[in-house]
C-alpha cells in the first residue's frame, strides 16, 4: 500500500485520478475525501469495481457510479460527524502509462485520504493513524506555496513518531510539490531557462526546510536519497513537469514493493517485541505475591489434613475398647472432625479470594 498524503486541497485526489488515467475520486476547492480509498492496481478489469461497508455492505460498478458514489458518500461520512474511519476499496485496470509499466499484477495498492490538516473532521486522525500503521511506502504531496509550512513540519513528526522504518528504507518517501503550474515565473526569466530554475530552487528550499527537522535528524542518510517531483495537472487531467518521472517512481515502488513490505514487518515484529518485554517485566513484580498467596494456602490444607488424621486415629483407638457403644461415639467424633475440617477449608478458601479480589488478579 502506497498512502498519497498531504494537506487538503494539496491535489491528491487529482494527482490519483491522473495517475489511473480516470477520474474515479471526486476533486474540488473544498475540503472533500472523507475516507480512506485505496484503489488496486489489476489487468483485465473491464469497470471499475468499488466495495465498503458504512451501514450495509455496498458494490458498485463503472466509472461514473464509482465516482458518483463516493462523492455522496463523503457528504453522508462528513455530515454524520461520525468517527469511524470507511474503507473504501476500488480494483481497477488504469487506462495510463501505469499500466504500460507492467505493474498491474493486483501487488500494489493507491491510496487516497482526507487532508491531514482537516482538525474539525473527525475520522482525519484515526483515517492517518490506520494508514501510517498499514502503509508500506508513502508520497507526500506539498503545494508550491507551502515547502516551508507548519502543517509539513507536523506531517513529518508523525511519520517519524508512527512510521519511522519510512525514513531508512530507500525509496520508501517521495515527495511531490503540487500544482507548480500556479508558480509565478516572470516571462524574461522563462526566456532564459529562469522557469527550471524557479522549480529547482523549490525542490531546494523543500529540502533545507526538512533538514532542519529535529526528527530527520535521526535519519542522517534519508535526504540525500530522497526524490522530490515538481509536478502539476492541466483541468483535462493531463500530467506535466515532472509527472512522466513520477509515472517511474510509482513503477519503481512496485519493483521494491516486497522490500517495503519486510521493512513494514521488522517494524511490527519490533513493536510486538517490545510490548512482550513490557508484559513480562510487569509479570516480575506480580509473580512473588502470587507465589505467597500459592505457598499459604498450601499450608492451610497440610494443617487441615494434619488435623483430620489426628482425629480420625483418636476415634479408632476409642472405638476398640468401648465396642458398640464406642464405635458411635467415634462416629460421632469422626463426623465432628469432618465438619471442622471442612469449616476450616471454606474459611480458608473464602481468605484466598478475598486475597485474590483485594489484591493481584489471578493468573
Ligand atoms: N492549477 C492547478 N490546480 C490543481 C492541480 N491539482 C489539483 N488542482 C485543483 O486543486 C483543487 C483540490 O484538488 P483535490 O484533488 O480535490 O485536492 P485533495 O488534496 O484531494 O483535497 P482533499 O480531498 O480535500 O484533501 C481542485 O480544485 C483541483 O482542480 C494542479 O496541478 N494545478
Ligand atoms: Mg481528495
Known sequence: MIGIIGDSNTGKSTLLNTLLG???????????????????????????????????PEQVCGRKEVLNRIKSLNEEIRESGSKDVVDLRITCQPTSRLYDLGICDGSLRLV???????????????CFDQLLSMCHGLIVLVKHSAVRSDSLALLMDRIAQEAPHLFTTPGALTFVISQVDAVRIDESDDETGGGERVLRDLKKELLQYLANRDCLMLFPGFLSDVKVFCVSVDQK????????????????????????????????????????????????????????EVLEQERHEQVVKQ?????????????????????????????????????????????????????????
Open 22 to 56: 480516470q477520474r474515479l475520486l471526486p476533486t474540488s476547492y473544498k475540503s472533500c475525501t472523507s475516507a480512506i480509498t485505496s484503489v488496486q492496481l489489476v489487468e483485465g478489469l473491464q469497470e471499475p469495481e468499488l466495495s465498503f461497508v458504512w451501514k450495509e
Open 112 to 126: 487516497d485520504m482526507p487532508g491531514q490538516d482537516e482538525t474539525d473532521n473527525p475520522v482525519v486522525k484515526d
Open 237 to 292: 487531467m493531463v500530467g506535466a513537469h515532472e509527472f512522466g518521472s513520477l509515472v517511474e517512481a510509482v513503477g519503481e515502488l512496485h519493483s521494491i514493493i516486497h522490500d517495503l513490505k519486510r521493512s513494514r514487518q521488522e517494524k511490527l515484529c519490533r513493536e510486538i517485541y517490545d510490548i512482550f518485554n513490557d508484559r513480562l517485566e510487569g509479570l516480575g513484580k506480580v509473580y512473588p505475591s502470587r507465589a505467597a
Open 307 to 363: 488435623a483430620s488424621l489426628a482425629v480420625a486415629a483418636a476415634s479408632f483407638l476409642v472405638t476398640i475398647p468401648l465396642g458398640g457403644w464406642g464405635l458411635a461415639v467415634g462416629c460421632a467424633v469422626r463426623c465432628a472432625a469432618a465438619g471442622t475440617a471442612l469449616g476450616v477449608g471454606v474459611v480458608a478458601s473464602v481468605n484466598a479470594a478475598e486475597t485474590t479480589t483485594s489484591g493481584e488478579p489471578r493468573r
